[in-house]
């Protein structure tokens, strides 16, 4: 398996990848698995300010790279040149990423089929699959600060769907920890406040629900410009009623 949430390693050993640089090149060649890219391309993504033997440090790098993966990782190829540009193919069961991505969307979907079972394996798996911020060990390639600041808000996802999972087994206080955590982050998120604020009027905890829809319609309006959605007015109104 490729690694790249967390520290970059490689193979059923879980071997490091050597280096800033070919850390780098095999993060950069993943995000874009199985799809060709060319060698101005992966230039533009490697190197701020590229020297004048760009080209022959770059090939040095994918000639490492072939040698690290016949080394540690058979499952994983990487075919082309600096001519005709460079693709990396690995199956995707072998790629940390998209499992990550397909157990919390897996586990959403059981939730709302109140297959609660796996939906709190599904969340175990997303959870087991983070060892942290994604690339560890990669320069500031562009495309993986993107790429990073996305896996970051599915990581909050990911804590969403546990604590949706405890709240539905009725496990209120575990649930309500970690939904108020993630309001903390992101006190505008409806996707967070709505169940926070059902779970807290499950408990018995009213005026908590009430104050956190005054904050989230506080910072809709300030940060987004925007009003709450009818589902949170809902809710409120019947708080108050």
Same mark, same amino acid.
């Given at each position: ?26 993060? !950069?060649?993943? !995000? ?14 490697m190197w701020e300010n590229p020297p ?16 690290? =993966? ?5 499952a994983v190829t990487l075919s082309g ?18 499992? =990550? ?6 586990? =959403? ?33 562009? !495309? ?78 300030r940060v987004l410009d925007g009003e ?14």
């Open positions: 398996m490729l690694r790249l949430i967390g520290p970059v390693l490689c193979g059923e050993t879980a071997t490091p990848v050597p280096g800033a640089g070919l850390t780098t090149l095999v993060s !950069v060649l993943a !995000v874009q698995n199985n799809r060709r890219v060319s060698a101005d391309w992966l230039i533009s993504q004048r033997c760009v080209r022959s440090s770059l090939s040095h790098q994918v000639a490492r790279l072939r040698r690290y =993966f016949g080394e540690y990782d058979d040149g600096l001519r005709t540009g460079l693709e990396l193919a690995c199956d995707e069961h072998s790629l940390d990423t998209v499992c =990550f991505e397909r157990a919390i969307d897996l586990g =959403f979907i059981y939730l709302a089929r109140r297959e609660l079972g796996r939906a709190q394996q599904s969340a175990v798996e997303a959870r087991r699959l983070w060892r942290g911020d994604p690339f560890g060990g990669a320069g500031p390639a562009p !495309v993986l600060i993107q790429e990073g600041e996305h896996l970051k808000q599915r990581w909050h996802e990911a804590c969403l769907l546990s604590a949706q999972v405890d709240a539905a087994h009725g496990r209120y206080v575990q649930a309500i920890r970690a939904l108020k955590h993630l309001h903390l982050v992101a006190p505008w998120s409806e996707s967070v406040a709505v169940p926070l604020v059902e779970v807290l009027t499950s408990a018995g905890r009213r005026d908590e629900a009430l104050e956190v829809c005054r904050l989230t319609r506080t910072k809709l309006r709450p959605s009818s589902r949170l007015s809902v809710l409120e109104t019947q708080l108050l009623a």
